[in-house]
């Protein structure tokens, strides 16, 4: 479903606050618009599954999102939620990698979807702005990789590792 125009402004402030589209034109912003779809999820249905292929850029209109992360010997663990104004899917995208993660709505969920075709259109005539999305993946990676460590050794072990044995 495609988006009406006072949500287009909406989602004009949203990708504004968001670090990954700040190196892009506003005609570049109101291109990507217009290709702008609008999806909902009911409570529990699962949005994106880890390992798929990533097609997607998600931001979060309303509603909740839990992050699901499969780990050898420990099963699917919960890493973390999404709100309003807040995003996923970029990293596949931009690494042409399968999704990381499998995201599920906590709650009745509306997204905005952006395509990868659209993002790599915009990436491939400017490439500043894709310089910046590269970097800014690989800090989200390098804290995603923190963030699993502290799932992995616990509360109390790391509290053992900060104050000596």
């Known amino acids: ?6 949500e287009a402004l909406n989602l004009i402030r949203i990708l504004r606050k968001i670090e990954f589209f700040s190196g892009f034109t506003m005609s570049e912003v109101e291109n990507i618009l217009e290709t702008v779809d609008k999806k909902f999820f009911k409570k529990n249905e699962t949005i994106i ?4 292929p990533g097609r997607f850029f998600f931001i979060i209109n309303t509603g909740k999102v839990a992050v699901f992360i499969k780990k050898p010997g420990k099963g699917t663990v919960k890493v973390g939620e999404l ?5 996923f ?3 596949s995208i931009i690494k042409h990698a399968p999704i990381n993660a499998t995201v599920k709505a906590e709650e009745d969920t509306e997204l905005f979807v ?9 990436m491939k005539k400017n490439p500043s702005a894709a310089d910046i ?3 800014m993946i690989e800090r989200r990676t390098v804290m995603s ?5 502290r799932v992995d ?3 109390f072990s790391k509290l053992k590792g900060l104050f000596g044995k």
């Not at 479903?1 to 006072?6: F, G, S, T």
């Not at 599954?49 to 798929?52: E, L, P, T």
């Open 114 to 122: 952006l395509y990868k075709y659209d993002i790599e259109m915009v």
């Open 133 to 135: 999305m590269k970097k």
């Open 83 to 87: 709100s309003s104004g807040e995003y």
């Open 89 to 91: 899917g970029e990293t």
């Open 153 to 155: 050794e616990g509360f």
């Open 145 to 149: 990789s923190y963030e699993l460590d």
């Open 1 to 6: 479903m495609k988006i009406a125009k006072d």
């Open 49 to 52: 599954k880890q390992g798929d």
